[in-house]
Every structure is written in C-alpha cells, then in structure tokens.
C-alpha cells in the first residue's frame, strides 16, 4: 500500500532522511518510533508530498505519488497532526465536514456523516456547533481524528496524534483507534513517542535513527533478545501485547 525505495530528504544542510527503503502492506498497523529528530514526521510527509524526496521513491497504491495532484492525494489520505491542527475559525461541524466539502458532498450528506464521526469518536453531538477554542485537548484531539477519517480514506497518517493528552484520555483513544482498525482494515502508519502505544497497536514496528530505519518488524521480534541493541532499548524491554 506504500513503499519508501531508496529515499532520501535533505533540508539545506541536514539530512532529514538518508536512503530509506520501508514497505508497508494494506490494512497494517505500522508504527514509526524514534528519539526525536530522527525522521518521523518527515517520513510520513512523504506519503501525502508535504515533503518532497531529494531522492529515491514514494508509491502509495502502486504509484510514484511524484507523479500525482497533490491536493487530490491529501483528500484521498487521512491526516492527524500532532497538534490537532483545527481550523480555529471553523465550528467542530466545519472542521470534521473539511474533506467532504472539497469533494462535493451535499450538504445533508455531509450532516449526517459528521453526526456519524462524533459518535464513533465518543463526542456529544452538542460540540458540532463549537468552535476548537471550547474543547479540552482530549475533545480536540477526537475531533481531529473525525476530520482525518470523515471521507472514508483507506490511508491514515497520524503523527503522535495522543501525545497532548492526558493519560486516561490516551487510552480511551488507543482503544478507539484499535477499533477502528479492527473495523475497517485502513493502512496506519501512527508515529509515536509511547512504546507501549507501539507495541500494543502495530503489527509492525519501524524504528529510526539519525533518519536510517534501524529495525523493522513484528513487535514480538524488536523486542527479543535478538533484535538490534537500539530498538529494545528504546521500546523499553516492553511485552508486545
Ligand atoms: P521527528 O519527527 O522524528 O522528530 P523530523 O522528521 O521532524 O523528526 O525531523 C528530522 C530532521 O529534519 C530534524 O533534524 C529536523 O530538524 C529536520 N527538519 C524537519 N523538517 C524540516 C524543515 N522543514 N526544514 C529544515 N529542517 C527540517
Ligand atoms: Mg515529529
């Protein structure tokens, strides 16, 4: 569903990510882990063409998104950012309705989904009318997973979409996530700072380092006495659930 060969990004003098190559099949849970600075996001900025390769290649569905519109691959890839990313201007109703609305969804129709998206996201229909100001960071981190799934996309990329709430919060949406996986069967590549979010969530676990993948595989293998020094160390000896 995507595959890195090869890249490389360069900003000016640093190199963000030097010859990546990473595969990652439809319907998998991957998560990327990594100290910080390592290429995370940059990395699943490829995937969209937030961020260009100085080399190599990105596929996404087989095809070199280098050649695709980059506006019409965004609506076709769900997006969490870390920082929730709302427009502030915008009623939550608004702001989940985003996608459709670029697709040309009618009105009702784009009701009715949002009504939907706040339930699947355990949201109170009463916030549709809000603005992202009046939300707890939990309720906004919510609404932004609503938004980045509105229009059904079989692609979501989240980057440390739980890591501003607190942790009851984080847990309730670790499981909703989980959920919705389990589901809907959407290729994930989740960027994480929590080992233990890493390796109770993915079935593949992509650690980098320096902007080089240095492990990748099944949970169980990172952390077996086996696996590369770096990966145990940083998903902490932890049990794979
Ligand atoms: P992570 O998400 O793992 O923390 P990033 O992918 O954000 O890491 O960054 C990787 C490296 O690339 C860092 O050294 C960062 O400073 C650099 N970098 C990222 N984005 C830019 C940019 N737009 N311009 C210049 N340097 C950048
Ligand atoms: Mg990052």
């Not at 965004?74 to 009623?91: N, W």
Request: negative net charge.
């Amino acid at each position: 569903m995507i595959a890195f060969e090869n890249v490389s990004v360069s900003f000016d003098a640093t190199e963000a990510l030097s010859c990546v190559n990473l595969q990652v099949a439809e319907g998998v849970l991957c998560a990327l882990v990594g100290p910080s600075g390592s290429g995370k996001s940059t990395l699943m900025k490829l995937v969209n063409r937030l961020v260009e390769p100085s080399a190599g290649r990105v596929l996404v569905r087989g095809a070199d998104v280098a050649g695709q519109d980059p506006a019409r691959l965004r609506r076709s890839i769900g997006y969490v950012m870390q920082s929730t990313g709302l427009f502030p201007h915008r009623t939550v109703a608004a702001n989940i309705g985003t996608v459709p609305r670029l697709l040309g969804w009618d009105s009702s129709r784009i009701a009715t989904r949002v009504a939907d998206l706040l339930e699947l996201v355990q949201l109170d229909p009463d916030l549709a009318q809000r603005l992202p100001g009046a939300l707890s960071g939990g309720q906004a981190q919510r609404v932004g997973l609503a938004r980045a799934l509105a229009a059904d996309p079989d692609i979501l990329l989240m980057d440390e979409p739980f890591g501003a709430v607190d942790p009851i919060t984080r847990r309730d949406l670790r499981a909703e996530l989980r959920r919705i996986h389990a589901g809907t069967g959407k290729t994930i590549l989740l960027v994480t700072h929590d080992p233990e979010e890493a390796l109770e969530l993915a079935s593949q676990v992509v650690v980098l380092r320096d902007g080089a993948v240095v492990a990748d595989g099944a949970p169980a293998a990172l952390v077996a006495e086996d696996a590369p020094e770096f990966a145990r160390t940083l998903l902490g000896g932890g049990q794979p659930g």
